[in-house]
Nanobody, 115 residues
Framework: QVQLVESGGGLVQAGGSLRLSCAAS????????MGWYRQAPGKQRELVAR???????VYAESVKGRFTISRDNAKNTIYLGMNSLKPEDTAVYYC?????????WGQGTQVTVSS
């Protein structure tokens, strides 16, 4: 088991930046895949960015060049740096960890981008 706690969400104007953090309750070396998803009102949850245990990254087309996923193994934390934010980035952002077949989710953090 692992607990995931997100932070860093908030209200920002279009063009602004935020950095989300997801702190795990234990060592993250054993997780195969870690990432961020988001869910806007009335829409399905979608992948934003992923990072594998080997350091490979995957981004949704809509955030490429604007968002950066990273990890700090010493702090058991992953981050999502978000620049050039757009109103369409408004959503609840969830971190997700995968260990073999076990999925773990954070509680979500709201990001609101005003135009």
């Amino acid at each position: 088991q692992v607990q995931l706690v997100e932070s860093g969400g908030g209200l920002v104007q279009a063009g602004g930046s935020l950095r989300l953090s997801c702190a795990a309750s234990r060592n993250i070396f054993s997780f195969n895949d870690m990432g961020w998803y988001r869910q806007a009102p009335g829409k399905q949850r979608e992948l934003v960015a992923r990072i594998t245990s080997g350091g490979s990254t995957v981004y949704a087309e809509s955030v490429k060049g604007r968002f950066t996923i990273s990890r700090d193994n010493a702090k058991n934390t992953i981050y999502l740096g978000m620049n050039s934010l757009k109103p369409e980035d408004t959503a609840v952002y969830y971190c997700h960890f995968l260990q073999i077949l076990n999925h773990y989710w954070g509680q979500g953090t709201q990001v609101t981008v005003s135009s």
